[in-house]
């Protein structure tokens, strides 16, 4: 048996919140669920107790204590999007539209991406996101390397870190009909075969999930729409996509099939299973009346939105309306960090200033959305997203540093002060992985040794060394 205490200054349990719309918005309201010079209580994985550290440490006197009472502790954070297939492809095409980018960046690096990519670059980029805060991410590995399997690497790569995960293949089929030599029905199989090994492969992995991936709608053909719309049907799979993300989504869509993305995934069966889609920025009132009828749950992009200037996604009225809206960092490509605090930062300033209202969103709002909130997106909110008795320990402690030296009002200043300088220890499902704030599952100097060649070898592979997109010495 594994038993110890994590002790904080103030211990953010994200438990028992109001609804949407009916918590005060006046001084003091929003620690609520706060327990001040408090500890968790954590055996074998569980959470136990949580409450005043007195108390806890009277009771169990013998067991170890993280943390000096100065920190904050909160559940692990988690990111509701990103693309861990860009993991090796940071700082390409940061200036480029979506469509440019898609097209430029990341089709030809899908072209050349491997498992043994997958897996080193997820790990590479589980000690950005561990020392971040991040407990669980949400991943759909998008590539068009057929038969290769990559995806597969991403469950790997997360293994290894000691990370808890959703991972999808972000399949599209339409890019390759003229890269390849295979047959449309050739592709459409291998795609769907690889969502089938992915499944199998996830199945013995026990801290990750496998949702069906959705690169996009108009990247796949109404054969692998279709075809992957039944795979769900009969796997009872849950689903992972993007929606409404630019503007000029909702023209090709009218033109291809007249009608907007939204109303197209809701004939062909797409919202009959637990979905989360990524961005959800171009949206209709009906669309959002949509999602919050079928239960559709939104992961907001702050940061990858602003890079690629995509527009603002209408936080404010998609959790009026009862949609679910988490926060993601989106790929390490489209952001160029997985750092988690900033995005939890970005999604508060970015409502505030495109309404012009300071009031229009606060900091228990987007702490929400990136802990119990992103976990009911992910429909993993039995296990994770707030500190609670019988719940699994997903724990980061935030301590040691002028981020998190003055606490006035600790929900605010993790907001808008922390980073991850200040992320002093981690846990998922009771094992430490950041110690001293240092990752402890992954060595960070030797993995970046080991993706350096990983990184020049798809930079020329893909051509973007000879385009200029990579600069290599």
């Known amino acids: 048996m594994t038993t110890f205490l994590v002790r904080g200054r103030h211990v953010l349990t994200m438990a028992g919140l109001a609804p949407v719309g009916e918590r005060e918005r006046t001084p003091g309201?929003?620690?609520?669920?706060?327990?001040?010079?408090?500890?968790?209580?954590?055996?074998?994985?569980?959470?136990?107790?949580?409450?005043?550290?007195?108390?806890?440490?009277?009771?169990?006197?013998?067991?170890?204590?993280?943390?000096?009472?100065?920190?904050?502790?909160?559940?692990?954070?988690?990111?509701?999007?990103?693309?861990?297939?860009?993991?090796l492809g940071t700082g390409m095409g940061s200036e480029l539209s979506l469509f440019e980018w898609g097209e430029e960046i990341v089709g030809p690096l899908g072209l050349v991406l491997t498992r043994e990519d997958a897996a080193e670059g997820t790990a590479l980029r589980a000690v950005?996101?561990?020392?971040?805060?991040?407990?669980?991410?949400?991943?759909?590995?998008?590539?068009?390397?057929?038969?290769?399997?990559?995806?597969?690497?991403?469950?790997?790569?997360?293994?290894?870190?000691?990370?808890?995960?959703?991972?999808?293949?972000?399949?599209?089929?339409?890019?390759?009909?003229?890269?390849?030599?295979?047959?449309?029905?050739?592709?459409?199989?291998?795609?769907?075969?690889?969502?089938?090994?992915?499944?199998?492969?996830?199945?013995?992995?026990?801290?990750?999930?496998?949702?069906?991936?959705?690169?996009?709608?108009?990247?796949?053909?109404?054969?692998?729409?279709?075809?992957?719309?039944?795979?769900?049907?009969?796997?009872?799979?849950?689903?992972?996509?993007?929606?409404?993300?630019?503007?000029?989504?909702?023209?090709?869509?009218?033109?291809?099939?007249?009608h907007r993305t939204v109303d197209h995934a809701l004939r062909i069966g797409l919202f009959e299973r637990p979905l989360i889609a990524g961005h959800g920025v171009w949206l209709t009132e009906s669309d959002i009346a949509t999602f919050a009828r079928h239960d559709v749950a939104i992961a907001h992009n702050p940061v990858a939105n602003m890079i690629l200037a995509s527009g603002v996604c209408p936080v404010p009225r998609l959790r009026a309306a009862g949609v679910v809206v988490g926060i993601g960092t989106d790929g390490a490509a489209s952001n160029d960090s997985q750092d988690m605090l900033q995005a939890v930062k970005a999604a508060?300033?970015?409502?505030?200033?495109?309404?012009?209202?300071?009031?229009?969103?606060?900091?228990?709002?987007?702490?929400?959305?990136?802990?119990?909130?992103?976990?009911?997106?992910?429909?993993i909110d039995h296990l994770v997203g707030s500190l609670e008795t019988g719940k699994r320990a997903d724990i980061v402690l935030l301590q040691d540093t002028v981020d998190v030296s003055v606490l006035h009002d600790p929900v605010s200043?993790?907001?808008?002060?922390?980073?991850?300088?200040?992320?002093?220890?981690?846990?998922?499902?009771?094992?430490?992985?950041?110690?001293?704030?240092?990752?402890?599952?992954?060595?960070?100097?030797?993995?970046?040794?080991?993706?350096?060649?990983?990184?020049?070898?798809?930079?020329?592979?893909?051509?973007?060394a000879a385009t200029g997109h990579s600069v290599l010495a």
């Open 29 to 87: 309201a929003h620690l609520e669920g706060v327990v001040g010079d408090g500890a968790v209580l954590v055996r074998d994985g569980e959470i136990i107790e949580v409450a005043a550290y007195d108390a806890l440490r009277a009771a169990h006197p013998g067991v170890p204590v993280h943390g000096d009472g100065t920190g904050l502790v909160l559940p692990g954070l988690i990111s509701t999007h990103t693309h861990l297939s860009e993991a």
């Open 128 to 258: 950005e996101m561990l020392l971040s805060g991040v407990t669980t991410v949400n991943d759909m590995f998008c590539h068009g390397h057929l038969r290769s399997r990559a995806s597969l690497g991403v469950v790997d790569g997360l293994t290894r870190a000691g990370m808890r995960g959703v991972v999808s293949y972000g399949a599209e089929d339409l890019p390759l009909g003229a890269l390849v030599d295979l047959e449309p029905t050739e592709i459409i199989d291998d795609i769907l075969a690889e969502q089938v090994d992915l499944a199998a492969h996830v199945a013995t992995a026990p801290l990750i999930d496998f949702r069906y991936g959705v690169g996009t709608m108009l990247g796949q053909s109404d054969d692998l729409l279709a075809g992957g719309v039944e795979l769900c049907r009969e796997h009872g799979w849950a689903a992972h996509t993007h929606l409404a993300e630019v503007r000029e989504e909702l023209t090709a869509s009218r033109s291809r099939w007249g």
């Open 348 to 379: 508060a300033l970015l409502q505030k200033l495109h309404h012009l209202d300071a009031l229009v969103i606060d900091a228990l709002d987007v702490l929400t959305m990136a802990t119990i909130d992103g976990a009911r997106a992910l429909g």
């Open 413 to 464: 200043q993790l907001v808008y002060g922390a980073s991850p300088r200040s992320v002093r220890d981690v846990w998922v499902d009771g094992v430490q992985v950041v110690s001293d704030h240092r990752c402890a599952s992954v060595d960070e100097t030797a993995q970046i040794v080991r993706c350096r060649p990983l990184m020049e070898r798809i930079a020329r592979a893909s051509g973007l």
